[in-house]
């Protein structure tokens, strides 16, 4: 095996939180209420139970090869040049999804809070603090990743401090859209849950690998409950129409806090939230690539391909979208088919049937 660490369930649980949840809650809300209105509350149920079925398959197939990742045992499932091809396609795929988020992690810091610098900047440094960390394995990102728990309490303060600026009547009335738009609202949280299907480069490295359910499905429920509350907040606060106007509704949101004449500017603990959870989000896209290239190359040492890679996702995050607008339209028309449906659902399920007819890797499916 080519990473020699292991973390522990509740390390791997915070690290698909950081890996699922900082660009969720800044994008999703918006994008989400466009369609649902007052219910994308309800669409976030939905995109729940689509998160948990990709979990299952997800930890299904890493259970059945134990100590293989998606890239060694996809070749033990589909053979060897049809599983480098496929394994070809997934490292473009980490490598586009961490291009997007290292762009949205510049578009939100250069757009609200420091619109003066350049946003280059903004990629190469969290890229080359994210490479330090992905250098020393995945132990070290873990531990590292620690540092969110206070950020994600410090969330859920700031949605408690803003009950004063909420109305119940700005959600109301309920289910008011239809199925339809509800189902929509559902498809765009949905790929962001399912980006649990990188789980599958963490599976082999538990501590406990029997756990792998537990960790994936709280993950995923987890994420959920502050998606959903980030979403409450926003339309409680703004109701639907503002909110759908919003580029970043949740950071617009914890703008409004003011307590007395001496709390305000709260603003700072969301940025907070974002630079650390954003730094991590990347680290671990940064990991499933560059670990993922070493075992489709059969390398010995993933280590060498750290820079190469850094330099390939710096590139490609300023070259994809030309601005904030382009960049949401296509989060929300291109990406959910593009990574939903083909990457995260579509070949996961594919594998699973393969591998339960052909009766290849383990015999036993929870």
Same mark, same amino acid.
């Given at each position: 095996?080519?990473?020699?660490?292991?973390?522990?369930?509740? *390390?791997?649980?915070?690290?698909?939180?950081?890996?699922?949840?900082?660009?969720?809650?800044?994008?999703?809300?918006?994008?989400?209420?466009?369609?649902?209105?007052?219910?994308?509350?309800?669409?976030?149920?939905?995109?729940?139970?689509?998160?948990?079925?990709?979990?299952?398959?997800?930890?299904?197939?890493?259970?059945?090869?134990?100590?293989?990742?998606?890239?060694?045992?996809?070749? $033990?499932?589909?053979?060897?040049?049809?599983? !480098?091809?496929?394994?070809? &396609?997934?490292?473009?795929?980490?490598?586009?999804?961490?291009?997007?988020?290292?762009?949205?992690?510049?578009?939100?810091?250069?757009?609200?809070?420091?619109?003066?610098?350049?946003?280059?900047?903004?990629?190469?440094?969290?890229?080359?603090?994210?490479?330090?960390?992905?250098?020393?394995?995945?132990?070290? /990102?873990?531990?590292?990743? *620690?540092? /969110?728990?206070?950020?994600?309490?410090?969330?859920?303060?700031?949605?408690?401090?803003?009950?004063?600026?909420? !109305?119940?009547?700005?959600?109301?009335?309920?289910?008011?859209?239809?199925? @339809?738009?509800?189902?929509?609202?559902?498809?765009?949280?949905?790929?962001?849950?399912?980006?649990?299907?990188? @789980?599958?480069?963490?599976?082999?490295?538990?501590?406990?690998? !029997?756990?792998?359910?537990?960790?994936?499905?709280?993950?995923?429920?987890?994420?959920?409950?502050?998606?959903?509350?980030?979403? &409450?907040?926003?339309?409680?606060?703004?109701?639907?129409?503002?909110?759908?106007?919003?580029? %970043?509704?949740? %950071?617009?949101?914890?703008?409004?806090?003011?307590?007395?004449?001496?709390?305000?500017?709260?603003?700072?603990?969301?940025?907070?939230?974002?630079?650390?959870?954003? +730094?991590?989000?990347?680290?671990?896209?940064?990991?499933?690539?560059?670990?993922?290239?070493?075992?489709?190359?059969?390398?010995?040492?993933? *280590?060498?391909?750290?820079?190469?890679?850094?330099?390939?996702?710096?590139?490609?995050?300023?070259?994809?979208? $030309?601005?904030?607008?382009?960049?949401?339209? +296509?989060?929300?028309?291109?990406?959910?088919?593009?990574?939903?449906?083909?990457?995260?659902?579509?070949?996961?399920?594919?594998?699973?049937?393969?591998?339960?007819?052909?009766? !290849?890797?383990?015999?036993?499916?929870?």
């Amino acid at each position: 095996m080519l990473e020699k660490g292991k973390i522990s369930s509740i *390390q791997a649980i915070m690290l698909m939180i950081s890996m699922i949840l900082p660009t969720a809650v800044l994008t999703v809300p918006a994008i989400t209420v466009k369609s649902a209105r007052q219910d994308a509350w309800f669409s976030i149920i939905i995109a729940t139970m689509a998160g948990l079925l990709i979990a299952w398959m997800v930890v299904n197939l890493g259970l059945r090869f134990p100590e293989k990742t998606l890239f060694e045992y996809i070749e $033990d499932i589909l053979g060897k040049i049809p599983g !480098k091809i496929l394994g070809f &396609l997934y490292i473009w795929w980490f490598l586009h999804m961490n291009a997007l988020v290292i762009r949205e992690y510049g578009v939100f810091l250069a757009t609200a809070v420091m619109p003066d610098t350049p946003i280059i900047i903004f990629h190469i440094v969290v890229v080359a603090v994210a490479a330090y960390a992905v250098r020393n394995g995945l132990e070290v /990102l873990s531990r590292a990743n *620690q540092l /969110l728990i206070p950020t994600t309490v410090l969330l859920a303060l700031v949605f408690i401090l803003s009950i004063p600026n909420m !109305k119940l009547s700005r959600v109301l009335p309920l289910f008011d859209a239809g199925l @339809f738009p509800i189902v929509k609202g559902a498809v765009v949280p949905a790929s962001w849950l399912g980006e649990i299907v990188t @789980f599958a480069m963490i599976i082999p490295y538990l501590s406990k690998p !029997k756990e792998a359910y537990r960790v994936a499905f709280l993950s995923i429920l987890l994420v959920s409950f502050f998606l959903t509350t980030s979403i &409450l907040e926003a339309l409680l606060i703004f109701g639907p129409n503002l909110t759908g106007s919003w580029i %970043f509704p949740t %950071f617009n949101a914890v703008r409004m806090i003011s307590v007395g004449n001496s709390l305000g500017r709260l603003e700072i603990i969301i940025v907070l939230a974002w630079v650390l959870g954003g +730094f991590f989000k990347i680290g671990v896209f940064y990991y499933a690539a560059v670990l993922g290239s070493a075992q489709w190359l059969k390398l010995k040492n993933y *280590q060498p391909l750290v820079l190469p890679v850094g330099i390939i996702l710096v590139a490609l995050s300023i070259l994809i979208h $030309d601005g904030i607008v382009d960049l949401l339209d +296509f989060l929300k028309r291109v990406w959910p088919p593009y990574a939903l449906i083909v990457f995260e659902a579509g070949i996961p399920l594919v594998l699973l049937i393969i591998a339960v007819v052909g009766r !290849k890797g383990g015999r036993k499916i929870a």
